[in-house]
């Protein structure tokens, strides 16, 4: 009977849980409908214009995983506590890879090379992962919580390239160039602490409604002492089980309302002994006795006002924006660093046909040198200095092969996510474009200074943590203020034996109890609000002047960065001259050594003279390629100048193919010799 009884208990527990899950998804409905719209990362961010998606600071991005990391629906019950399940990571490389490789060999331009790093390389492909991780900050903040942050660091995990750092300030010790402080919970870089973000101002209650509820079975055995007074009873067996539940919700006014119902069964055994009604001892048996009550408080001082309430959620939207930015700033690094890359595998490329030129001209003159000994025209040490020659050429042959080779596997891991492709593996890379000094004009420093203070993604972040310092500040200034609370409660109860009485009675108003009430807390000297105040407030001087120094540095970041693009051009046109020098050289050299007014030795040696010339124009161009590439960097147009979509960047698939202006393909790409010294 008493199991019975104990289900039927549980029945109607799960009951009024179910009615107050009801209660509560319309009060759900009702704070997240508005807000969703505003967080939305697969709705109005993916309606990004495509102007917009290539560099507009500010623009939003659509999260990958937007679909898999939206909190599931409140309206079905079981939905809010059921785990999300992401997929795996891709670790296989994109299609358009296995697309350039002909014969065995990969065909790249930088066009396919940038389009590579957007579908394939992991530092983009981790950093990707932010702009979710920002969502689901976003939704803590909506449901009450407090935010966890997010990384403002570029990740370096791609070696070489020699990329420009952009990025102002001291790099933060963190893993993947993340900024972490040193003492305590504060973080920041360049000496400035962010230790009070989210972490001053009054308590927020939960949005989320919450609901509790509490189901209890006591069996008591009370002794009497007085049995004549129960009917000769020497002890009596109570029986009570308890059914209560709680209903929570907290509102951004600063608002919280609670509605609890508690329900009380008790039966008393051996019950034929104890006369039940007006004139027995126990009115019922069983007792059925049950109370609810709604209480509504509200912050009067500290925790008033809708904005105050709603900081997180404006500084987690915030958040949600320095993602974006950060996710820019990571694409613009990697990006130029595919550039770097790119050239350098240029570079090696063409020094390795330079350097096989200088072996075959050695080896030649090698051998004309011994005929003439076997004829007797020519001293053998002549031989001996071919021989020499010859050397001398090969080492510089393997030593521009190896870097070749290096240079390829630095290419191939930053543009595949297997690096153990068989196809990949064994293919060799041949660059179809080649360098060249351009002829456009290069634009005022202060168009170009003007430009960069407007665009860079790191000036973006300091200005959004600026408004958050401000949101802070103002938090800060309300946690100094006392705690006031205007309490009201109505509540009601009934006792009967059966629970439509009980009911019957709380309709009812039978037995009401209703009253208001004030709560005041003042902390005397309030020593720990000020000293969060205090520093809310210096810390956002700080902000100010480090955004302040930031434009400075950027200022002459960028004239630098002109500056060094001039000298290359100059460097370019130099080396240039001096391989035309070389070559004339090398040309009056061979006719005199034609007519004996010359030796081989004299000969060869203006052949390496010549080598490089040519070697040093390659590198020129090659430091001309990569200034260009530092000047867009800094100046944060790389995105816009080499077509790059940041929501194909977002979503790690390119639909936009990348569109690098003032590119010369070579006319005849083709292999060099693997072996090393060409023979």
Known sequence: MSGRRAVEGLRKLVAMLCV????????????????????????????????????????????????????????????????????????????????????????????????????????????????????????????????RGVNTGLLSGTPGGNASTATTGTTGSGTGGTSTGAGGSASGSGGVVYSTQNSVGSAIDSYDPVISGTLSGDRDTYLITQPVFYGGLTHL?????????????????????????????????????????????????????GSWKLTVRQHLLQGFGVSNNRREIIIAQNDRKVTNASFRAQVISTVAQINNIYWDLVNAYEDVKVQQTAVEFARRTLSDNQKQVEIGTLAPIEVVSAKSSVAAAEQKLIVSKTTLEYDQLITKNAIARNFDDPQLTTAQIIPTDSMKLSDEPLPPAEELVSYALAHRPELEVSELNLRNNEINNKAARNGLLPTLDLVGYYSGSGEAGNYGDVFSQFTNRTAPDKGVYVNLNIPLRNRAAQANQIRSQLEYRQSQLNLQQQKNQINLQVRNAAFALQQARAGVEAARAARDYA?????????????????????????????????????????????????????????DRNGISLEDAAFGQVSHMPAVPGLQPNPTPEAVSANPVGK
């Open 237 to 289: 067996n109570i029986n009570t089980n308890q059914y209560n539940a709680t209903l929570a919700q907290g509102w951004s006014t600063g608002t919280l309302a609670q509605l609890s119902y508690n329900n009380q069964r008790q039966t008393y055994q051996p019950a034929a002994s104890l006369a039940t009604g007006p004139t027995g001892i126990l009115a019922y048996n069983p007792l059925l006795s």
């Open 583 to 639: 070559r004339q050289n090398l040309d009056a050299e061979q006719k005199k050594f034609a007519l004996g007014a010359s030796t081989s030795y004299l000969v060869l040696q203006t052949v390496r003279d010549s080598t490089q010339a040519a070697s040093n124009y390659i590198s020129a161009l090659s430091t001309y390629e990569k200034a260009q590439v530092a000047l867009q960097q800094y100046t944060a147009t790389i995105l």
């Open 20 to 147: 107050a899950c009801m209660m509560s998804s319309g009060l759900w409905a009702q704070e997240v409908a508005p807000a969703s719209t505003q967080a939305s990362s697969s709705t109005t961010q993916a309606a990004a214009t495509s102007s917009q998606a290539q560099g507009t600071p500010g623009a939003p991005l659509a999260a990958p995983l937007a679909a898999q990391t939206k909190p599931n629906s409140a309206l079905t019950l079981w939905k809010p506590y059921a785990p999300h399940t992401l997929p795996q990571p891709v670790l296989r490389n994109s299609d358009r890879l296995h697309g350039l490789i002909r014969d065995g060999k990969l065909y790249l331009s930088l066009n396919d090379a940038v389009a590579l790093v957007l579908e394939n390389n992991f530092d983009i492909a981790i950093a990707r992962y932010n702009l979710d991780i920002a969502d689901t900050d976003i939704l803590l903040a909506k449901s009450g919580s407090t935010v």
